[in-house]
Protein backbone atom coordinates (compact mmCIF):
# COMPACT_ATOMS: atom_id res chain seq x y z
CA UNK A 1 0.00 0.00 0.00
CA UNK A 2 3.27 2.56 0.99
CA UNK A 3 4.55 1.44 -2.51
CA UNK A 4 1.23 2.23 -4.47
CA UNK A 5 1.22 5.59 -2.91
CA UNK A 6 4.26 6.76 -3.29
CA UNK A 7 4.27 5.39 -6.97
CA UNK A 8 1.17 7.14 -7.33
CA UNK A 9 2.13 10.43 -5.67
CA UNK A 10 5.43 10.16 -7.55
CA UNK A 11 3.24 9.93 -10.88
CA UNK A 12 0.82 13.29 -10.19
CA UNK A 13 4.01 14.98 -9.65
CA UNK A 14 5.47 14.27 -13.17
CA UNK A 15 2.29 15.06 -14.74
CA UNK A 16 1.74 18.10 -12.94
CA UNK A 17 5.48 19.05 -13.90
CA UNK A 18 4.41 17.98 -17.98
CA UNK A 19 1.24 20.50 -17.20
CA UNK A 20 3.41 23.31 -16.40
CA UNK A 21 6.36 22.42 -18.85
CA UNK A 22 3.89 22.25 -22.05
CA UNK A 23 1.78 25.31 -20.73
CA UNK A 24 4.98 27.33 -20.49
CA UNK A 25 6.01 25.86 -23.84
CA UNK A 26 3.36 27.70 -25.35
CA UNK A 27 3.75 30.81 -23.45
CA UNK A 28 7.56 31.61 -24.05
CA UNK A 29 8.31 29.59 -27.43
CA UNK A 30 9.72 31.51 -30.28
CA UNK A 31 7.18 33.12 -32.76
CA UNK A 32 9.57 31.03 -35.81
CA UNK A 33 9.92 27.68 -36.36
CA UNK A 34 13.57 26.76 -35.64
CA UNK A 35 13.82 23.80 -37.41
CA UNK A 36 12.02 24.02 -40.75
CA UNK A 37 12.19 21.15 -43.21
CA UNK A 38 14.25 19.28 -41.20
CA UNK A 39 12.05 16.95 -38.94
CA UNK A 40 10.65 13.81 -40.95
CA UNK A 41 7.09 11.32 -40.09
CA UNK A 42 5.08 14.82 -40.98
CA UNK A 43 1.95 12.39 -40.95
CA UNK A 44 2.15 12.22 -37.26
CA UNK A 45 1.06 16.02 -36.80
CA UNK A 46 -1.72 15.61 -38.81
CA UNK A 47 -5.23 15.67 -36.96
CA UNK A 48 -7.17 12.29 -38.54
CA UNK A 49 -10.22 12.39 -36.25
CA UNK A 50 -13.07 14.31 -37.89
CA UNK A 51 -14.34 15.74 -34.59
CA UNK A 52 -10.60 17.24 -33.41
CA UNK A 53 -10.23 18.77 -37.14
CA UNK A 54 -13.72 20.46 -36.90
CA UNK A 55 -12.33 21.61 -33.57
CA UNK A 56 -8.38 22.43 -34.05
CA UNK A 57 -7.65 19.70 -31.81
CA UNK A 58 -8.84 18.24 -28.70
CA UNK A 59 -6.38 18.32 -26.30
CA UNK A 60 -8.73 19.13 -23.45
CA UNK A 61 -11.97 17.26 -24.52
CA UNK A 62 -10.69 14.17 -25.77
CA UNK A 63 -12.26 10.92 -24.49
CA UNK A 64 -13.23 7.49 -25.41
CA UNK A 65 -11.33 5.83 -28.61
CA UNK A 66 -11.10 9.37 -30.58
CA UNK A 67 -8.19 10.39 -27.57
CA UNK A 68 -5.87 7.84 -29.04
CA UNK A 69 -5.34 10.75 -31.50
CA UNK A 70 -4.96 13.56 -29.56
CA UNK A 71 -4.22 13.07 -25.89
CA UNK A 72 -4.28 9.53 -24.42
CA UNK A 73 -5.15 11.00 -21.02
CA UNK A 74 -8.70 11.11 -22.02
CA UNK A 75 -8.89 7.61 -22.49
CA UNK A 76 -8.84 7.31 -18.72
CA UNK A 77 -12.55 6.00 -17.56
CA UNK A 78 -13.70 5.28 -21.16
CA UNK A 79 -15.30 2.03 -21.69
CA UNK A 80 -14.60 -0.23 -24.50
CA UNK A 81 -15.30 1.21 -27.37
CA UNK A 82 -14.00 1.69 -30.98
CA UNK A 83 -13.51 4.96 -33.66
CA UNK A 84 -12.43 4.15 -37.25
CA UNK A 85 -12.43 7.03 -40.14
CA UNK A 86 -10.89 8.05 -43.10
CA UNK A 87 -9.10 11.08 -44.61
CA UNK A 88 -9.22 12.21 -48.04
CA UNK A 89 -6.45 14.52 -47.45
CA UNK A 90 -3.91 16.89 -49.63
CA UNK A 91 -2.81 16.67 -53.32
CA UNK A 92 -4.67 13.17 -53.59
CA UNK A 93 -3.03 11.32 -50.57
CA UNK A 94 -5.20 8.92 -48.16
CA UNK A 95 -5.15 8.05 -44.66
CA UNK A 96 -6.72 5.29 -42.61
CA UNK A 97 -7.23 5.43 -39.04
CA UNK A 98 -8.36 2.75 -36.38
CA UNK A 99 -8.59 2.70 -32.46
CA UNK A 100 -9.98 0.78 -29.89
CA UNK A 101 -10.20 1.09 -25.85
CA UNK A 102 -10.87 -1.30 -22.96
CA UNK A 103 -10.11 -0.70 -19.06
CA UNK A 104 -7.89 -3.02 -17.79
CA UNK A 105 -5.25 -3.48 -14.87
CA UNK A 106 -6.68 -0.44 -13.06
CA UNK A 107 -6.81 1.90 -15.66
CA UNK A 108 -7.70 2.36 -19.77
CA UNK A 109 -5.73 0.45 -22.61
CA UNK A 110 -5.94 1.43 -25.99
CA UNK A 111 -4.25 0.31 -29.40
CA UNK A 112 -4.38 2.56 -32.42
CA UNK A 113 -3.17 2.77 -35.91
CA UNK A 114 -2.96 5.22 -38.89
CA UNK A 115 -1.47 4.47 -42.77
CA UNK A 116 -0.90 7.23 -45.12
CA UNK A 117 -1.15 6.40 -48.64
CA UNK A 118 0.59 8.94 -51.21
CA UNK A 119 -0.64 6.98 -53.80
CA UNK A 120 1.50 7.08 -57.63
CA UNK A 121 3.95 9.60 -57.62
CA UNK A 122 5.75 10.55 -61.01
CA UNK A 123 9.48 10.50 -60.99
CA UNK A 124 12.13 12.18 -62.84
CA UNK A 125 15.79 12.01 -63.64
CA UNK A 126 18.30 12.20 -66.20
CA UNK A 127 19.03 10.29 -68.92
CA UNK A 128 21.59 10.14 -71.52
CA UNK A 129 20.87 10.80 -75.28
CA UNK A 130 23.67 10.84 -78.05
CA UNK A 131 26.03 10.90 -75.15
CA UNK A 132 24.58 13.70 -73.74
CA UNK A 133 22.59 13.76 -70.15
CA UNK A 134 19.28 15.12 -70.62
CA UNK A 135 16.24 15.85 -68.12
CA UNK A 136 13.79 13.47 -68.27
CA UNK A 137 10.59 14.79 -66.29
CA UNK A 138 8.59 11.51 -66.86
CA UNK A 139 10.88 8.53 -65.76
CA UNK A 140 8.32 6.26 -64.61
CA UNK A 141 6.60 6.68 -61.21
CA UNK A 142 7.16 5.07 -57.55
CA UNK A 143 4.90 4.81 -54.46
CA UNK A 144 4.96 6.31 -50.93
CA UNK A 145 3.22 5.58 -47.75
CA UNK A 146 3.80 6.20 -44.00
CA UNK A 147 2.27 3.72 -41.00
CA UNK A 148 1.70 3.93 -36.86
CA UNK A 149 0.92 1.38 -34.19
CA UNK A 150 0.37 2.63 -31.13
CA UNK A 151 -0.29 1.50 -27.89
CA UNK A 152 -1.81 3.63 -24.71
CA UNK A 153 -2.37 3.02 -21.26
CA UNK A 154 -4.39 6.41 -19.40
CA UNK A 155 -5.15 6.06 -15.62
CA UNK A 156 -7.04 8.33 -12.92
CA UNK A 157 -4.56 9.84 -10.65
CA UNK A 158 -7.39 11.45 -8.96
CA UNK A 159 -11.37 12.74 -9.25
CA UNK A 160 -9.75 15.53 -11.36
CA UNK A 161 -6.47 14.54 -12.59
CA UNK A 162 -5.66 12.00 -15.38
CA UNK A 163 -2.45 10.67 -17.21
CA UNK A 164 -2.13 9.16 -20.05
CA UNK A 165 0.96 7.30 -21.92
CA UNK A 166 1.26 6.44 -25.99
CA UNK A 167 4.53 4.12 -27.37
CA UNK A 168 4.59 4.12 -31.25
CA UNK A 169 6.12 2.24 -33.66
CA UNK A 170 6.70 4.24 -37.27
CA UNK A 171 7.50 3.82 -40.31
CA UNK A 172 8.01 5.44 -44.24
CA UNK A 173 8.68 4.09 -46.93
CA UNK A 174 9.28 6.63 -50.30
CA UNK A 175 10.13 4.10 -53.61
CA UNK A 176 12.57 1.29 -52.26
CA UNK A 177 13.90 3.43 -49.03
CA UNK A 178 12.59 2.49 -45.64
CA UNK A 179 13.01 4.14 -42.39
CA UNK A 180 11.64 2.58 -38.92
CA UNK A 181 11.58 4.17 -35.20
CA UNK A 182 9.66 4.44 -32.30
CA UNK A 183 7.71 8.12 -30.62
CA UNK A 184 6.31 8.50 -27.88
CA UNK A 185 3.28 10.80 -26.47
CA UNK A 186 2.84 12.04 -22.79
CA UNK A 187 -0.58 13.53 -21.78
CA UNK A 188 -2.81 15.31 -19.01
CA UNK A 189 -6.42 16.19 -18.51
CA UNK A 190 -7.26 18.27 -15.66
CA UNK A 191 -11.34 19.19 -14.90
CA UNK A 192 -11.48 22.17 -12.24
CA UNK A 193 -15.10 20.84 -11.62
CA UNK A 194 -16.10 24.87 -12.35
CA UNK A 195 -18.55 26.00 -15.24
CA UNK A 196 -17.28 22.30 -17.23
CA UNK A 197 -13.58 23.84 -17.85
CA UNK A 198 -10.91 21.24 -18.48
CA UNK A 199 -7.24 21.91 -19.33
CA UNK A 200 -5.19 19.25 -20.93
CA UNK A 201 -1.77 19.34 -22.07
CA UNK A 202 0.38 16.69 -24.24
CA UNK A 203 4.26 16.60 -25.57
CA UNK A 204 3.70 14.23 -28.43
CA UNK A 205 6.35 12.49 -30.86
CA UNK A 206 9.38 12.27 -28.92
CA UNK A 207 11.90 9.99 -29.18
CA UNK A 208 15.91 9.62 -30.52
CA UNK A 209 16.45 10.59 -33.68
CA UNK A 210 15.71 7.54 -36.84
CA UNK A 211 18.43 5.93 -39.30
CA UNK A 212 17.22 5.42 -42.45
CA UNK A 213 17.26 1.39 -43.29
CA UNK A 214 16.90 -1.08 -46.09
CA UNK A 215 19.10 1.85 -48.17
CA UNK A 216 19.75 0.11 -51.98
CA UNK A 217 22.85 -0.69 -53.04
CA UNK A 218 23.33 1.02 -55.88
CA UNK A 219 22.62 4.10 -53.86
CA UNK A 220 25.15 6.82 -54.64
CA UNK A 221 24.92 7.92 -50.93
CA UNK A 222 27.63 6.84 -48.23
CA UNK A 223 25.26 7.83 -45.50
CA UNK A 224 22.12 9.61 -45.18
CA UNK A 225 21.51 11.49 -42.41
CA UNK A 226 19.21 10.78 -38.95
CA UNK A 227 16.22 12.16 -39.22
CA UNK A 228 14.42 14.08 -36.17
CA UNK A 229 10.70 13.34 -35.26
CA UNK A 230 8.01 15.81 -35.39
CA UNK A 231 8.12 17.21 -31.29
CA UNK A 232 4.89 18.93 -30.58
CA UNK A 233 3.52 21.10 -27.73
CA UNK A 234 -0.34 20.89 -27.17
CA UNK A 235 -1.96 23.31 -24.55
CA UNK A 236 -6.03 23.21 -25.10
CA UNK A 237 -8.90 24.90 -22.48
CA UNK A 238 -12.18 24.61 -22.55
CA UNK A 239 -15.38 25.33 -20.56
CA UNK A 240 -19.13 25.51 -21.18
CA UNK A 241 -20.15 29.27 -22.97
CA UNK A 242 -23.54 28.68 -22.11
CA UNK A 243 -26.23 26.09 -21.63
CA UNK A 244 -25.61 22.95 -20.71
CA UNK A 245 -23.96 19.19 -22.32
CA UNK A 246 -27.41 18.43 -24.24
CA UNK A 247 -28.50 21.93 -25.21
CA UNK A 248 -25.39 24.80 -25.34
CA UNK A 249 -22.50 26.07 -26.16
CA UNK A 250 -18.74 24.57 -25.27
CA UNK A 251 -15.81 27.18 -26.49
CA UNK A 252 -12.34 26.25 -26.12
CA UNK A 253 -8.99 27.78 -26.99
CA UNK A 254 -5.81 25.31 -28.11
CA UNK A 255 -2.50 26.08 -28.45
CA UNK A 256 0.28 23.77 -30.95
CA UNK A 257 3.88 24.66 -30.91
CA UNK A 258 5.09 22.54 -33.45
CA UNK A 259 9.37 21.69 -33.82
CA UNK A 260 9.39 22.67 -37.84
CA UNK A 261 6.40 25.44 -37.44
CA UNK A 262 5.45 28.95 -36.32
CA UNK A 263 3.33 28.53 -32.77
CA UNK A 264 -0.57 28.42 -33.63
CA UNK A 265 -3.61 29.92 -31.20
CA UNK A 266 -7.27 28.20 -32.41
CA UNK A 267 -10.23 29.20 -31.35
CA UNK A 268 -13.18 26.93 -31.46
CA UNK A 269 -16.45 25.65 -30.99
CA UNK A 270 -19.30 22.81 -30.56
CA UNK A 271 -22.90 23.40 -30.02
CA UNK A 272 -25.37 20.18 -29.01
CA UNK A 273 -28.74 19.83 -30.05
CA UNK A 274 -30.97 17.44 -28.07
CA UNK A 275 -27.66 15.90 -26.52
CA UNK A 276 -27.01 14.23 -30.26
CA UNK A 277 -26.31 16.65 -32.85
CA UNK A 278 -23.02 18.74 -32.56
CA UNK A 279 -22.24 21.55 -34.90
CA UNK A 280 -18.47 22.75 -34.83
CA UNK A 281 -16.38 25.18 -36.00
CA UNK A 282 -12.59 26.64 -35.31
CA UNK A 283 -10.67 29.23 -36.25
CA UNK A 284 -6.61 28.92 -36.22
CA UNK A 285 -5.50 32.94 -35.67
CA UNK A 286 -2.24 32.84 -37.31
CA UNK A 287 -2.38 29.96 -40.48
CA UNK A 288 -3.63 32.15 -43.21
CA UNK A 289 -3.14 28.90 -45.51
CA UNK A 290 -5.28 26.81 -43.82
CA UNK A 291 -7.61 29.45 -41.36
CA UNK A 292 -10.65 27.57 -40.83
CA UNK A 293 -12.29 24.07 -40.23
CA UNK A 294 -15.93 23.15 -39.81
CA UNK A 295 -17.86 19.86 -39.34
CA UNK A 296 -20.85 18.32 -37.47
CA UNK A 297 -21.83 14.73 -35.73
CA UNK A 298 -24.49 12.58 -34.87
CA UNK A 299 -24.57 10.46 -31.99
CA UNK A 300 -26.78 8.02 -30.79
CA UNK A 301 -27.53 5.11 -29.05
CA UNK A 302 -23.55 4.80 -28.46
CA UNK A 303 -23.17 4.83 -32.18
CA UNK A 304 -21.01 8.70 -33.18
CA UNK A 305 -20.98 9.98 -36.99
CA UNK A 306 -18.63 12.57 -37.68
CA UNK A 307 -17.75 14.46 -40.56
CA UNK A 308 -15.14 17.40 -40.60
CA UNK A 309 -13.87 19.65 -43.81
CA UNK A 310 -10.91 21.87 -43.47
CA UNK A 311 -10.12 24.36 -45.60
CA UNK A 312 -6.77 25.30 -47.94
CA UNK A 313 -5.92 27.89 -50.46
CA UNK A 314 -3.51 26.67 -52.49
CA UNK A 315 -4.18 22.77 -52.14
CA UNK A 316 -7.53 22.43 -51.55
CA UNK A 317 -9.82 21.06 -48.96
CA UNK A 318 -9.54 18.30 -46.78
CA UNK A 319 -12.00 15.98 -46.10
CA UNK A 320 -12.88 13.09 -42.85
CA UNK A 321 -15.28 11.13 -42.13
CA UNK A 322 -15.20 9.21 -38.93
CA UNK A 323 -17.16 6.68 -36.84
CA UNK A 324 -17.01 5.40 -33.47
CA UNK A 325 -18.91 2.68 -31.15
CA UNK A 326 -19.11 2.49 -27.50
CA UNK A 327 -20.17 -1.01 -25.92
Known sequence: MIISFISKKAVKRAATFLLVVAFSGMVFAEGEADKVGSVHFKFLNIQNDARSAALGGMTAQSSGAQALFNNPAG??????????????????????????????????IGFSMINVNYGDIMGSGWSTVDNEFTFDPNAGKFTASDLAFGISYGMSLSEKFTIGFTAKMISETIDDYKASGYAFDVGTQFNTGYNGIILGAMISNFGPDVKPLDIPSESTYDEFPSMSLPMTFNFGIVGQAFGDE??????????AKYADMAQEFILNGEYTVAGMARIRLCNNLNNPQSPMSYGAGVSLAGIAVDLAMSSHDVLGDAMRFSIGYSF
Do not use: K, R, Y
Open 246 to 255: NNGLVAGFNV
Open 75 to 108: ITGSSMGLSAGVNTWLVETSIMNFGFVMPLAGGT
